[in-house]
């Protein structure tokens, strides 16, 4: 049982590439979640989808775009990289918005140089 | 006020000994209450959840919760330095993301 997986782990960009993170769940969950975890800043919501078809902005979604592909995937886009956003970026997932025991996948560690 | 508030550390106990973690959040509404294990450089691991006021155990670990206090707090006992790690406490009001504090490292010293 696979859980949240994750693609790439590890990435290093130059300011100004983009690149898209992948990530798929297999526990036929409805929500999924982007995080991004900076050192004293704790995990901080980037985007989410309730439930397929739906997306929705949190805490700091600026420089970002998602894209909820299908009820497996959800996919996080950095279409000109910043070194601000250099980061460790964490995709999640739960049954539903209401039942909110989070599932992490492994993490994505982003360096922008 | 943050939403949620923990004490980032780090907390140092001896081996065997008790840790105690705490976290106060500031919306009365909150309705489930979440703490995560990360160990460094891992992804975030649930390890208790609690959504009425009292306490939970599981094995070492009680989480205890305090709605009119606005307080959750896991206990660990019988520390182990495999226990080193931050723990996120984790909130959410129904409906909505979790909201995470921001963790409290704790090292278990042997």
């Known amino acids: 049982n696979a859980g949240v997986t994750q693609t790439p782990k590890f990435q290093v960009l130059k300011t100004g590439q983009s690149m898209t993170l992948q990530c798929a769940q297999d526990?036929?969950?409805?929500?999924m979640y982007w995080y991004r975890q900076d050192p004293g800043m704790g995990l901080r919501l980037i985007y989410y989808?309730?439930?397929?078809?739906?997306?929705d902005k949190g805490e700091v979604p600026n420089g970002y775009n998602v894209s909820r592909l299908n009820k497996r995937e959800f996919s996080l886009r950095l279409e000109s990289a910043a070194p601000s956003q250099t980061s460790v970026y964490f995709c999640?997932?739960?049954?539903?918005?209401?039942?909110?025991?989070?599932?992490f996948g492994q993490g994505t560690r982003l360096t922008v140089v | 006020q943050k939403e949620v508030e923990q004490n980032s550390g780090p907390l140092s106990v001896p081996e065997g000994a008790i840790a105690s973690l705490n976290c106060t959040y500031s919306?009365?509404?909150?309705?489930?209450f979440f703490w995560y294990r990360q160990y460094s450089g891992k992804s975030p691991e649930l390890i208790m959840s609690?959504?009425?006021?009292g306490d939970k155990e599981d094995g070492r670990f009680t989480a205890q919760l305090n709605k009119a206090s606005q307080y959750v707090s896991l206990l660990i006992r019988d520390s182990q330095p495999s226990d080193s790690a931050t723990y996120l406490c984790?909130?959410?009001?129904?409906?909505?993301?979790?909201?995470f504090g921001k963790g409290t490292r704790l090292s278990v010293i042997a």
């Open positions: 999640a997932s739960t049954r539903d918005m209401s039942n909110t025991e989070a599932f």
């Open positions: 526990m036929n969950h409805n929500s």
């Open positions: 989808s309730a439930s397929e078809g739906t997306t």
């Open positions: 919306d009365r509404v909150s309705q489930s």
């Open positions: 609690i959504y009425s006021n």
């Open positions: 984790a909130v959410n009001r129904g409906n909505t993301p979790l909201v």
